[in-house]
Nanobody
Framework: QVQLVESGGGLAQVGGSLRLSCEYFGGNVRFHHMAWFRQAPGKQRELVARLTPGDSTIYVETVKGRVTISRNNRKKTVYVEMNNLNPEDTAVYYC????????WGQGTQVTVSS
């Protein structure tokens, strides 16, 4: 069973940037669609970025133009780079397949402060 470990979160200022990493163990996801999700306090988890096996990308409107999802198969890692952060980006961020096939990792907290 694939295990997912997210990292790279932290405290950022408005307008700042962060790059989150999702390292996977116990299997290979290179032929899977992968996605980054986020869950803000009191809200449902939402998918914000999606990456196909062919490296096509899809983003929700709220992050489009500010976020880039990518993968490095050799490092067994999926990334999301977030720029021009705003307080609405504050959430716990997770990676998984779009239909959450794998067990959820612990996530990584992103807090954007003004």
């Amino acid at each position: 069973q694939v295990q997912l470990v997210e990292s790279g979160g932290g405290l950022a200022q408005v307008g700042g940037s962060l790059r989150l990493s999702c390292e996977y163990f116990g299997g290979n996801v290179r032929f899977h669609h992968m996605a980054w999700f986020r869950q803000a306090p009191g809200k449902q988890r939402e998918l914000v970025a999606r990456l196909t096996p062919g490296d096509s990308t899809i983003y929700v409107e709220t992050v489009k133009g500010r976020v880039t999802i990518s993968r490095n198969n050799r490092k067994k890692t999926v990334y999301v780079e977030m720029n021009n952060l705003n307080p609405e980006d504050t959430a716990v961020y997770y990676c998984n397949t779009p239909n959450s096939v794998f067990q959820w990792g612990q996530g990584t907290q992103v807090t954007v402060s003004s």
